[in-house]
């Protein structure tokens, strides 16, 4: 497979005259339409709205208007992240017809740098799910361009899956809620980078969990990834959780050769041997070139991260689909019977079996009577595994575990699984994730010719640590 110009080198040659914006554009579009009907990494390929903006941007290099980080750069979104004029329905069929008036910020931000937006990539419904087979009625499975019979992960499967795919420059913008960029970055081999909570505006997100809900960016190489993750990143006086501060110099990580690094043993127990094998060889390999390595415990997140997670989750997303009942945003029905009736018609029609199920369990635990048990518990144990991870955080610049338990499994295997079973998938990425931790996934070795991942994670506001590690890694298990 031809090598993709990395994202800096391409927008180089975009700016020499060297490559054609409009017929790179033409070229990407071509490859999601034709590869779409059996990969199915995007709901949306706007091609017309996509065109329009190359033929805007290479017009304005001609006269030497335009200079942006990401100019010319290809850039698929999430489908729960608006775009002005492309339907976003979150891959659900409630929000069917739902074409936003607006760019979420973070769209604002890439268009602002030359970037060309080609469309709306799968998703579990709402983010809920591991693996992308959550998808909402109607929608098909993203699958993994590796082998197709197995699953792209989720729930930014398609932003990862088409990313792993595409032979030409392109980044996507994701979103993570409790390892939503990390897992399908490392079941597809490419680099997948989570920040803060508050580092990138949610403006224009459509919600799953508030306080959990992170928009991060999907890369073939980390370099490409902390490019679009800076363009992103910064202050939003429209997101009352964004932070205040610069962050323009991500992609240019701190230069240090004394790099401390925690192995989580909590998180290699219950992962598969060879894929535990290939993390630890990632990790002597950096131990070799003069990484100090020390082992750590996380005892508290490894026992309670998966309850409080999905106590937490499933509360504030019980909350936030309430407003989708077929009044104010897309799927609507006949004005039928009272308003009780008609709302739970419309929701039945709308929600599929996973997003019914996540609503039930969070109206469950913020019932009167429960949510002091349930949801308030779940945020003092949330504060608690805060806590272990600043005191880990002491000895270490980065901690490090395998990303998932597995490498991708195949969708006759993931039908095997309960509920439960598939929640506890997560195990490796959702503290981090509770936590509101910046980590990245990065591919460090591989199991049955698929990719295995490594999870570097660093302390709040902590990018460029996370970036310097992630780069390091990538660049010895190359």
């Not at 008036?101 to 591991?130: C, H, N, S, W």
Request: proline share 4%; net charge neutral.
């Amino acid at each position: 497979m031809k090598k993709a110009l990395g994202l800096n080198e391409f927008v180089k040659e975009v700016k020499r005259g060297n490559v054609s914006v409009v017929e790179h554009a033409e070229k990407i579009l071509e490859e999601a339409e034709k590869s779409n009907p059996r990969l199915h990494c995007f709901n949306v390929v706007s091609r017309q709205i996509a065109l329009e903006q190359a033929r805007e941007i290479e017009a304005e290099i001609k006269t030497g208007r335009h200079k942006g980080r990401l100019l010319g750069v290809p850039i698929s979104v999430k489908d729960c992240i608006c775009v002005k004029g492309v339907e976003s329905r979150a891959g659900s069929k409630i929000l069917s017809g739902y074409v936003p008036l607006f760019d979420a910020t973070v769209v604002e931000k890439a268009r602002a740098e030359g970037a060309i937006i080609m469309g709306k990539t799968a998703q579990d419904e709402f983010g809920f799910g591991t693996f992308s087979n959550n998808v909402g009625i109607g929608f098909e499975k993203p699958c993994n361009p590796l082998d197709v019979k197995r699953s792209c992960g989720g729930s930014s499967g398609g932003s990862a899956g088409f990313t792993a795919f595409t032979t030409l420059a392109h980044a996507s913008i994701s979103e993570s809620t409790g390892g939503s960029i990390a897992c399908p970055a490392s079941f597809c081999g490419v680099a997948g980078l989570t920040p803060t909570h508050g580092l990138v505006s949610r403006y224009g997100l459509i919600d799953y969990a508030n306080s959990l809900d992170k928009i991060g960016s999907i890369g073939k190489t980390v370099e490409d990834a902390a490019l679009l993750l800076e363009v992103i990143s910064g202050y939003d006086a429209r997101d009352s959780t964004s932070l205040q501060g610069s962050w323009e110099e991500l992609s240019k990580p701190l230069a240090s050769n004394d790099l401390k690094i925690g192995v989580v043993r909590d998180f290699f127990k219950g992962c598969d041997e060879a894929v535990q094998k290939e993390c630890m060889n990632a990790v002597k390999r950096l131990e070799g070139k003069g990484a100090k390595v020390e082992e750590i415990s996380l005892p508290l997140n490894a026992k309670y991260g998966i309850a409080a997670y999905y106590l937490a989750s499933t509360t504030e997303a019980s909350t936030n689909l309430a407003r989708f009942c077929g009044m104010r945003y897309g799927l609507h029905e006949k004005l039928e019977g009272n308003f009780n009736e008609y709302f739970s018609n419309v929701r039945s029609k709308g929600f599929g079996e996973e997003a019914k199920r996540r609503i039930l369990l969070g109206t469950f635990a913020r019932m009167a009577g429960f949510r002091d048990a349930y949801y308030l518990k779940a945020m003092k144990v949330r504060t608690l595994l805060i806590k272990e991870f600043k005191q880990a955080f002491s000895g270490v610049d980065v901690l490090v575990n395998p990303t998932m338990p597995i490498v991708a499994p195949k969708f006759d295997e993931i039908e095997k699984l309960s509920p439960l079973e598939q929640y506890a998938m997560d195990l490796c990425t959702v503290p981090a994730n509770l936590a509101g931790l910046p980590h990245a996934s990065v591919p460090v070795g591989e199991h049955r010719n698929m990719p295995v991942g490594l999870m570097i994670t660093a302390d709040h506001l902590q990018e460029k640590k996370m970036i310097e590690a992630a780069l390091a890694f990538e660049g010895a298990c190359r």
